[in-house]
């Protein structure tokens, strides 16, 4: 029985050590039990149990006013984003401006309707704003918001009733390799000889850069011909529907 007692006393004192480096136990209380004979061990075990249970207590009430406070924030989310879908469907042409991001990115700048669908985030309280921790801009929130959009009905929905099924959007971050013709607007400065005017001014414009000595080079043009194109590495990341992308 006294072996018991050791062991129980040993393990409970190391516990306790360890809490009390994480500032969860009184030195105190470790001190008295160390010093504690036989009979005085069990009093003092109780009165750990006691202040476990108060501490496992007051966090069972913390855990639950967190969890209230989440869904009260997703049911708002939630609601917001009905009113935003709506809004979608008020304003029209969304497949135009999803098919603009999709095939011509740059072009969505050009859609009436992509202006529109991002005045409508201020209108339902969503931030359009960059969002660091997700790396997410304003096309990334107008894409996702869109897919779900369509994922949920798009223009037929009656978006009031019923539930929503939020799912991610894809995002390809891709590198091209490729070749493309560049037309050069330059001055060409050289000396030439001969006795004739004419023969000279025709062997210089048929070929410059045999009379070239210097060059000044003011202007130049892509021709959007790419050749020899390939792609160099391509990687795909999920767009989420986040709560806390969209907050103010």
Known sequence: MEDIYKI???GLLDILKESINEG???KDLYTNLKLSKRNEFYEQFE???DYAKRQYEEQKKYDELVRKSLDEYNELFDKKLRHYFTYLQRIGGMEDVKNAIETQPESRRNFPA????IGGLKLVGFNPEYYKPTQMDITDKIYVLLVNYFHNGGDSRNFMEGPLDIIPAKQWDIDTDYSEDVVEYATS???AYGDNEER???LVLANPYHFEQDRETY???YTGDYRTK???SIKSKDLKLVRQAFEQ
Not at 114 to 117: D, G, I, L, P, T
């Open 8 to 10: 129980m006393k040993t």
């Open 24 to 26: 969860g136990v009184k």
């Open 47 to 49: 009165e750990i149990d």
């Open 114 to 117: 992509y202006k529109s669908a």
């Open 189 to 191: 400065y050289g000396t």
């Open 200 to 202: 000279i001014k025709e």
């Open 219 to 221: 202007d130049h043009d």
């Open 230 to 232: 390939k792609i160099k």
